[in-house]
Structure formats: structure tokens, C-alpha cells
């Protein structure tokens, strides 16, 4: 059996790793597995013990405070361009910033880097300072 055809379902939420269970499904030979879930199980879970398991799960670590500080929230800036009063077409003539760029960003589906990251926070601390200098 080759290693690429084989995915690893695991169970993310279970309480302890004894209790894990891992199936084997290989595409297009085993018949697709059925969901199992046992909700009036997950139900009866503590918040420690959810906490314990979900920190056993590999593919779900916590963030670090740092990668959260660096983190982009599409919601802050629809919430900063509301608190402007303006659309998106008038937020993006204003800051020079791209229509469907500005779009993406607030859909989640682009982060702003770099620059455009800073760019953002200078228009969120002091957006008439920001006016000013694009208009002068």
C-alpha cells in the first residue's frame, strides 16, 4: 500500500489517546467511512477535558500570543472603514488601495502584508493625517 493513497482520520475530540481510534481509507478501494460521531458523549466532556484533547491533537495547536499580534482580522477592517463612514469603493479611492484588493481582504480570502499591513494601522491611528499627505 503505497503512503500517499493512505488518509489518517482521526478522532479530534476524544478525552484521552487511548481512546483514539485511526482508520485506514484508501481511495478508490475502501468503501468512504462512515461518520461516527458520538455527540451525547462530547456533550458529557468537561472544559478541561475538551481542553486536554484538543491539545493532544497535533493539527489544532494553540496560537502563540505573537502569531495572534501578527494575525489579520478581516472584521477590523470592515469595522475601521465603517467607523469612517465609507464604502468600499470610497475607502479604496480615498487610501489609494485597489477595489477588489480591498475585497479580498474583507472576505478573507487575501491578508494584506507588509506595507499595506502598516499602511493600515497608519489610517487607523490618524486617517485625516492620512488625507492630508495623499491629498497634498
Known sequence: MRRDNV?????ARRASRSERAALRYRPGR????ERRTDWARLNRMSDEEIGRAALDDPDAQPLSDEQLARGFRPKT?????KRLGLSQAEFARQFMFNLRTLQ???QGRRKPEGIARTYLRVIERNPD???AALEG
Do not use: F, G, H, Q
Not at 475502501?30 to 467511512?33: E, G, L, N, Q, R
Not at 477592517?77 to 472603514?81: E, K
Open 7 to 11: 488518509c489518517r482520520i482521526i478522532s
Open 77 to 81: 477592517l470592515t469595522a475601521l472603514r
Open 30 to 33: 475502501d468503501p468512504k467511512p
Open 129 to 131: 493625517a492620512v488625507r
Open 104 to 106: 479580498d481582504w474583507e
